[in-house]
C-alpha cells in the first residue's frame, strides 16, 4: 500500500460547536439591519400599548399569544433551522405542562418546576428523536404523527397525573414572591394579573428569542443550516449529522416543555386533549406563516394565529354578518368563519410571500436597499 504522509492527509474539520471570538460577536449584533431596528421599535410600541391599555381581554390575547411563540421559536429550531419536519410538537407542550402542573401541586417553585418541564421535554424527545430523525422528508413528518397520538393517549390515561378527561387543575404560581393569579397595587393603581404575566411573558420571549438567534449565528447554528440545505454535503465537512439532528430537536422539545409550563401557570387548567395533533399543527402555521427559521417570523405567526379567531369574532359581531358560535344553531357563526378565514390566512401567506411574512419583509428591505443604492448612484 502506498504511504501517504502527514501533509497529505485532510485535516479535521472544525467542530460545529465550538464558536469563535468573531462567532460570537456576530451572533450580539441582532439588531444590526435598520429593518431590525425598526422592528424591535413596533415591538416595543405594541407592547407598552399593550399594557397601558389594561384591557384584560387584548392582553389575555398577548399572553396566549406570546405563550405559543416560545413553543413556536422551539419548533423553528427543529424545523426552520435544521429541517426536521415534526408534527408532534404539542406533545412535547404538554409534557412540559403536565410536569409544572405535577411539581407546583408539590410545593416546588415555579422557576424550578419549568425548568424540570424542560428537562421532561427533552428527555422525551430523547427516547424517541435516535430513532425518529433516522427518517426523512414524508415518512419523519408520518413518523411524528404517530408521536402526536401516542403522547396524547399517555395524557387522557395517565389519570393520576393528568386527571385524564376531567382535566388538572394547577396551583397558583408564585413568582420572587409575587402571586401571579392575583390582582394587586402598585403606586395606587390596580395591576391585573394579565398585566404581570404579559410582562412576564415579554420578557421570557426576548429572551428565548435572542438566545436562539444568537445560536443561529454561532458556528453550530451554521452546521444546523447546512445540515437542512443538504445532508450528505454536511457530513463531507466533518458535521456530526445525527447528533446535530438530535440536539436540535431536543433543543425544540425543551422550549416546548417551557410553553406548556407558562401554559399551565397561565391557565390554571389543563385539558390533555389540547396537546395533541390539532395543536401541533397549528403550531406548525404559525411557523410556516411567520416564515421558517426566523426567530421575529415564528412571534408575529404565534400572535396573528393566537389573535385571529378573537379579532374575527369582534369584526364580525359588530357588523351582525354571522352569529355568535355559543347558543346559536347556526352552522355558519364565528367559530365556522375563524376556521375559513384561517385557511385562507395560510393559503394568501404562501401565495404571496412563500418564505413567510419575515421573507416577505426580508424581501422588501432589499428592495428599498437597492432602491437607495441606485437613486444615491444616480445622483453621483
Same mark, same amino acid.
Given at each position: 500500500?502506498?504511504?501517504?504522509?502527514?501533509?497529505?492527509?485532510?485535516?479535521?474539520?472544525?467542530?460545529?460547536?465550538?464558536?469563535?471570538?468573531?462567532?460570537?460577536?456576530?451572533?450580539?449584533?441582532?439588531?444590526?439591519?435598520?429593518?431590525?431596528?425598526?422592528?424591535?421599535?413596533?415591538?416595543?410600541?405594541?407592547?407598552?400599548?399593550?399594557?397601558?391599555?389594561?384591557?384584560?381581554?387584548?392582553?389575555?390575547?398577548?399572553?396566549?399569544?406570546?405563550?405559543?411563540?416560545?413553543?413556536?421559536?422551539?419548533?423553528?429550531?427543529?424545523?426552520?433551522?435544521?429541517?426536521?419536519?415534526?408534527?408532534?410538537?404539542?406533545?412535547?407542550?404538554?409534557?412540559?405542562?403536565?410536569?409544572?402542573?405535577?411539581?407546583?401541586?408539590?410545593?416546588?417553585?415555579?422557576?424550578?418546576?419549568?425548568?424540570?418541564?424542560?428537562?421532561?421535554?427533552?428527555?422525551?424527545?430523547?427516547?424517541?428523536?435516535?430513532?425518529?430523525?433516522?427518517?426523512?422528508?414524508?415518512?419523519?413528518?408520518?413518523?411524528?404523527?404517530?408521536?402526536?397520538?401516542?403522547?396524547?393517549?399517555?395524557? *387522557?390515561?395517565?389519570?393520576?397525573?393528568?386527571?385524564?378527561?376531567?382535566?388538572?387543575?394547577?396551583?397558583?404560581?408564585?413568582?420572587?414572591?409575587?402571586?401571579?393569579?392575583?390582582?394587586?397595587?402598585?403606586?395606587?393603581?390596580?395591576?391585573?394579573?394579565?398585566?404581570?404575566?404579559?410582562?412576564?411573558?415579554?420578557? *421570557?420571549?426576548?429572551?428565548?428569542?435572542?438566545?436562539?438567534?444568537?445560536?443561529?449565528?454561532?458556528?453550530?447554528?451554521?452546521?444546523?443550516?447546512?445540515?437542512?440545505?443538504?445532508?450528505?454535503?454536511?457530513?463531507?465537512?466533518?458535521?456530526?449529522?445525527?447528533?446535530?439532528?438530535?440536539?436540535?430537536?431536543?433543543?425544540?422539545?425543551?422550549?416546548?416543555?417551557?410553553?406548556?409550563?407558562?401554559?399551565?401557570?397561565?391557565?390554571?387548567?389543563?385539558?390533555?386533549?389540547?396537546?395533541?395533533?390539532?395543536?401541533?399543527?397549528?403550531?406548525?402555521?404559525?411557523?410556516?406563516?411567520?416564515?421558517?427559521?426566523?426567530?421575529?417570523?415564528?412571534? *408575529?405567526?404565534?400572535?396573528?394565529?393566537?389573535?385571529?379567531?378573537?379579532?374575527?369574532?369582534?369584526?364580525?359581531?359588530?357588523?351582525?354578518?354571522?352569529?355568535?358560535?355559543?347558543?346559536?344553531?347556526?352552522?355558519?357563526?364565528?367559530?365556522?368563519?375563524?376556521?375559513?378565514?384561517?385557511?385562507?390566512?395560510?393559503?394568501?401567506?404562501?401565495?404571496?410571500?412563500?418564505?413567510?411574512?419575515?421573507?416577505?419583509?426580508?424581501?422588501?428591505?432589499?428592495?428599498?436597499?437597492?432602491?437607495?443604492?441606485?437613486?444615491?448612484?444616480? *445622483?453621483?
Amino acid at each position: 500500500m502506498p504511504e501517504t504522509s502527514v501533509a497529505d492527509r485532510p485535516s479535521a474539520a472544525p467542530s460545529p460547536a465550538a464558536p469563535t471570538t468573531r462567532d460570537v460577536r456576530s451572533a450580539t449584533r441582532l439588531l444590526g439591519t435598520r429593518e431590525s431596528r425598526i422592528l424591535a421599535v413596533v415591538v416595543a410600541v405594541a407592547a407598552v400599548a399593550a399594557l397601558a391599555s389594561a384591557n384584560d381581554r387584548i392582553l389575555a390575547v398577548a399572553n396566549f399569544g406570546l405563550i405559543a411563540a416560545v413553543a413556536a421559536i422551539g419548533l423553528n429550531v427543529a424545523m426552520g433551522t435544521t429541517g426536521i419536519m415534526s408534527l408532534g410538537h404539542g406533545v412535547f407542550v404538554g409534557f412540559g405542562a403536565f410536569t409544572a402542573a405535577v411539581l407546583a401541586d408539590h410545593g416546588v417553585p415555579y422557576f424550578f418546576a419549568a425548568v424540570a418541564a424542560m428537562a421532561v421535554a427533552a428527555l422525551a424527545s430523547l427516547t424517541i428523536g435516535p430513532l425518529a430523525l433516522r427518517l426523512s422528508g414524508l415518512y419523519l413528518a408520518v413518523g411524528t404523527i404517530g408521536i402526536a397520538y401516542v403522547g396524547e393517549h399517555l395524557f *387522557v390515561n395517565l389519570r393520576s397525573l393528568t386527571g385524564g378527561g376531567a382535566g388538572r387543575i394547577v396551583e397558583a404560581p408564585v413568582i420572587l414572591g409575587v402571586e401571579m393569579s392575583r390582582d394587586s397595587a402598585l403606586g395606587g393603581r390596580l395591576v391585573t394579573s394579565d398585566m404581570k404575566w404579559f410582562v412576564l411573558l415579554v420578557i *421570557v420571549t426576548l429572551l428565548v428569542g435572542v438566545m436562539v438567534a444568537a445560536m443561529q449565528r454561532l458556528r453550530w447554528g451554521r452546521a444546523l443550516n447546512a445540515i437542512r440545505d443538504n445532508e450528505s454535503s454536511a457530513a463531507a465537512a466533518g458535521i456530526a449529522v445525527t447528533r446535530a439532528r438530535v440536539m436540535a430537536f431536543a433543543i425544540s422539545a425543551a422550549l416546548g416543555g417551557l410553553s406548556g409550563a407558562l401554559l399551565a401557570g397561565y391557565l390554571r387548567f389543563l385539558n390533555p386533549e389540547s396537546f395533541g395533533l390539532e395543536q401541533s399543527i397549528q403550531y406548525l402555521a404559525m411557523v410556516i406563516i411567520g416564515g421558517l427559521g426566523s426567530v421575529g417570523g415564528a412571534v *408575529v405567526g404565534a400572535l396573528l394565529i393566537t389573535a385571529l379567531p378573537t379579532l374575527l369574532g369582534e369584526l364580525t359581531s359588530a357588523l351582525g354578518l354571522v352569529e355568535e358560535a355559543s347558543g346559536t344553531s347556526s352552522t355558519f357563526n364565528t367559530g365556522t368563519l375563524s376556521l375559513i378565514a384561517y385557511g385562507l390566512v395560510i393559503v394568501l401567506v404562501m401565495v404571496l410571500a412563500p418564505h413567510g411574512i419575515a421573507g416577505g419583509f426580508r424581501k422588501l428591505g432589499r428592495r428599498l436597499r437597492a432602491g437607495r443604492a441606485h437613486k444615491a448612484a444616480g *445622483v453621483d
